[in-house]
């Protein structure tokens, strides 16, 4: 049974990040908190190497686990974190960055000598049309939001977790994925420090929602949801966590609508749809080659 709702507990899990960044962000500065989320990443890592008797990777592998870790958590929390900070919606920062597999698509039509199915291309032209219907439709930002620097933060965001999912799927083929987090989370811990010390001052309120937000992030999403993709990979069912990716937005843009209000015209939900369908169509194709 398990096996069987994995995917859909680990994509449930991946959801409420964002969430939990809103949470937390009103108490600590978006790199900030991605720092101190980083530390206490790395104590578990070493806790979970030790309990599971996993290696860690040292030299070439350490160094790629490292840059691949710049892109995937500083890049691309520090993107995502970023934009929800200056008011974003949740729901429209999940949306824009989990259109990365058609980003990843175009990328490789254009770069290499994959070509894609009609249902793919069928899935693109879906998911411009979705997309655009959210970002033109009427969702809740707070007043005086700088959208374009929202737009700028998330879209960078998308780019850092395409380039970075590339550069590990090339790179990283055979690392040990608990050793490689460890490293990940190092890079992105070093790169973030000075960053959350010159802009932030490293200031936190430590209150119980940031604290809950905080022990969440780690303990849930960085721990939990980890091991949860090494139970796949075991039983085989890894490659079942791309056919329900799609479903990311729109369970993220229910939970900022739950908890924060965050409203969005029928035109919005319909877009919403639209791009879920148009990932779907992507990566179903691609897991059937």
Known sequence: MLKT????????????????????LPYAGPATFLFVRMVFNILMFILLIALLK???PTGRQ?????VSGLLIHAGYLGGVFAAINVGMPTGLSSLIVGTQPLVTAVILVTMT??????????????????????????MTWPPGTDKTWAYVFVLSALACITI?????????????????????????????FPVALLNEGLSVEWSGTFILALAWSVVILSGV?????????????????????????PVTAFQGWLFFDEAFALTGLLGFVLASLSVYLVMKAKSST
Do not use: N
């Open 113 to 138: 000598d994959e070509r894609l199915k009609k249902s793919q291309w069928l899935g693109l032209v879906i998911g411009v049309v979705g997309v655009a219907l959210v970002v033109q439709g009427k």
């Open 5 to 24: 709702w994995a995917p859909f507990f680990f994509v449930l899990l991946w959801s409420t990040g964002f969430i939990g960044a809103k949470f937390g």
């Open 54 to 56: 996993s290696s860690y």
């Open 225 to 249: 949801a980890v091991l949860l993709l090494l139970y796949m990979i075991k039983q085989g069912a890894a490659s079942k966590v791309t056919s329900v990716m799609y479903l990311v937005p």
């Open 164 to 192: 970075g999912t590339l550069y590990q799927k090339k790179f990283c083929q055979g690392i040990d994925l608990v050793g490689c987090a460890f490293w990940q989370y190092v890079a992105s811990a070093v790169v973030l």
């Open 62 to 66: 350490a160094f790629h686990a490292m």
